[in-house]
């Protein structure tokens, strides 16, 4: 009988093994076919590896950017001639009225990321801002067609347009402002929503999701070129109304080939306004201004538990650890009474009173970025230049290479092909170097590489002022436009090769360090720095103008540059660029980044030592 109920219990036993073997089975496998980092399919399940995201999605997203990006500067690389020859503007206000369309396009993206990361999630953002960007780009077309280019041919430089009326006036720029809006709502999402769909708990997908960012760059850069080869052409000789709409095909079709990979992609759900926890951590921490820590410090500071830190933080969300510095925020998680109500048979935590330390390490990491953020403003009004101040220059130039003639827009093709150049020889020659020398698998870390980009931006700009002076004094001498175009490259080269330092390394590392619940504002940031460079931009334009026209003078940017001195100009932000960059060096060797539970503690790659 013992023997029996021992057989028995026996069997039990084995049952109950090979149950747990097939569990752990069954776990192993969900892990290695399914991602582990909270991102659901288009239906809302756990996605599966094999029939989302990965590089068939990730490809998708590139040429969507690209289409994107051509139809973008389709409108922008030539607004400003735009802006002089069809609408009659001077040289200074038609700089300032695209630097400040260029600005608000980017603080739109504060907008789209916004509701992206609490509402409607990066694939509906992408898709409605994109619709918007058709709607601006299709009314852009047909005012110019209908209204603005009156008589045929003319705005290419020979040929006056009409005076415009109020209402015709009022309908392109409500236009150019739609267009503003549908693309700058829809880029800090589409890079975001592109690098979602790499996996970065999975070896392979993370170095792919590095990549990602260099080849989201590079697809943006050779979409503009055909924008600021062919287009160009085609507006600077006044085909404005073909530029507009072939702008607006290619919009159209960046729209239809987003759509048609929905089912493809991965997505991760919205965490909700990110808003509420930043401003709960700073109302509570107000509150208990006078409370004094406790004995044992960040060891009795406020925390939810594993799955509760998930569901607060956002989809795959995760526990952030204590850090040091802007202790006065540590105050929000101390515990104390009052903190928690009775309700009913359970206590409710009151959220306006005592936040987590999650919480609080996610306010601490913005504030921690925003010095980061500021000191990239200041190369963004470098950036600008290229698209009033550089095609002004090289209007006054001799335009004319082997008796073809170059639109001055155009001349933006060797940014990107610099910029195509560098993200391969990075790719290829200087990231294995780095990360032998440092052995290191990340190579050069984000932050070293966005001061390298001010570092080049310093040489571009005291390059464009050398080209100027020569083309000044060339011009006073022999009394026309007696300098090549050509001279312009190098300063357009170094300017394509410091973005591959700076906005690449900036992408790559605001959506690193920006908490779950903040990805697309991660992104968004990147866009904000270039918006407000293009207000700084038109600021300094303005002040300038206004000092040095005093006295009867033209000033250094007039109408007619060669009674000027735009070359002092650029060496005034070649002098401005580099006192940032010493502000910089200073804050990214400040720079602590966030500390995650369940990672093991490393040397903190983002320092400069």
Known sequence: MQTEEGKARGEDEMEQKKKANVDVFKVKKFITEFTADGSVDINGRAAAKANTGGWVAGILVLVNQGLATL???????????????????????????????TGTVYIFSLVGAFLSDSYWGRYKTCAVFQIIFVIGLTSLSLSSQLFLLRPAGCGNGHTECRARSSLEVVLFYLSIYLVALGNGGYQPNIATFGSDQFEEGDPREAHSKVSFFSYFY??????SLFSNTFLSYFEDEGLWALGFWAATGSALLALILFLCGTPRYRHFRPGGNPLSRVCQVAVAASKKWKVMMPPRGKEELFELDGKEVEAAVAEGGRRFLHTEGFKFLDRAAVVTSGDFAVDGQSIRRDPWRLSTVTQVEEVKCVLRLFPIWLCTILYSVVFTQMASLFVEQGAAMNTSIAGFRIPPASMSAFDILSVALFIFLYRRLLHPIAVALRRDPRGLPELHRMGIGLAIAVAAMVAAGTVEHFRLKMSLAGGGSSLSIAWQVPQYVLVGASEVFMYVGQLEFFNGEAPEGLKSFGSALCMTSISLGNYVSDLLVTAVMEITRKGGRAGWIPANLNRGHMDWFYFLLAAM????????????KWYKSIKVEGKEEEDDESEIS
Do not use: E, H, I, P
């Open 218 to 223: 590079l697809a943006l850069n050779l979409g």
């Open 71 to 101: 139809a973008f500067f389709g409108v922008g690389v030539n607004l400003v001639l735009f802006l002089t020859r069809v609408l009659g503007q001077n040289n200074a206000d038609a700089a300032n009225n695209v630097s400040k369309w």
């Open 577 to 588: 660029t580099a006192a940032d960059l010493g502000v910089y060096l200073a804050c990214a």
